[in-house]
């Protein structure tokens, strides 16, 4: 497997409170994503970053907010946590963009209570 | 938007039994790639599909990519017990995202 980790691996926070994820990453990849998964939806882009801090939308933003000071890291961060943000959060990165393959991280498991 | 839509949802097979899932798009793809996700996994890349009726193999994994470019499969022969997952088909559609579908859940009954 690439050399990506994510932290934490779980987590349960209550509804209002904000919540940052981390993915880092040992492969000196551009491209770095966040996606969340949730029963019926599959996967979902969240928001990708195609360098040190440039950062575009995906398809579920909002709420969602991400930095990317160093090329190794990739932080994600809940504002104000939701019930709705409960889902499994995984990172992704790949090495050039359009048609290259992407390595997934092992996922964040977050609840909100 | 543009989304690849993928059949079956689930599929239930026995061990042994082969397995086929679809991926079909309205427009035409640039290349399409096919993951596996375990149960409480995450994610594999297998392989990716580029040229016009493409097929590739990989052991009991057959892979093709349609002439026009518009729908892909993924045959499994004779499934065993460590094929249980969700294969998923995105395609980036020519930009920087790719766009997941919901995958086919495979289960195999012993």
């Known amino acids: 497997d690439a050399g990506i980790t994510q932290s934490p691996r779980h987590k349960v926070t209550e509804t209002g409170t904000p919540v940052t994820l981390r993915c880092h990453q040992t492969e000196n990849h551009r491209y770095m994503y966040w996606y969340r998964q949730d029963p019926g939806h599959g996967l979902r882009l969240i928001h990708y970053s195609y360098g040190v801090k440039d950062t575009d939308k995906g398809e579920v933003s909002d709420g969602y907010s991400v930095s990317r000071s160093k090329t190794e890291d990739f932080l994600l961060t809940l504002e104000s946590a939701t019930s709705s943000q409960t889902s499994v959060y995984f990172c992704?990165?790949?090495?050039?963009?359009?048609?290259?393959?992407?390595?997934f991280g092992p996922g964040t498991r977050l609840t909100v209570t | 938007g543009q989304q690849v839509m993928q059949i079956p949802q689930y599929q239930h097979v026995q061990e042994g039994e082969d397995f086929t899932t679809y991926c079909n798009s309205s427009t035409t793809l640039s290349n399409i790639q096919w993951y596996k996700q375990r149960p409480g996994g995450h994610p594999v890349f297998l392989i990716q599909?580029?040229?016009?009726?493409e097929v590739k193999k990989q052991k009991r994994l057959t892979f093709q990519f349609g002439e026009a470019k518009k729908n892909s499969s993924l045959h499994i022969t004779a499934t065993q017990t460590t094929d249980v997952g969700t294969y998923f088909c995105?395609?980036?559609?020519?930009?920087?995202?790719?766009?997941f579908g919901t995958g086919t859940r495979l289960t195999i009954i012993p």
């Open positions: 992704a990165i790949s090495e050039s963009h359009r048609a290259s393959e992407q390595y």
């Open positions: 995105p395609s980036n559609f020519g930009n920087e995202k790719l766009t």
């Open positions: 599909l580029v040229k016009s009726g």
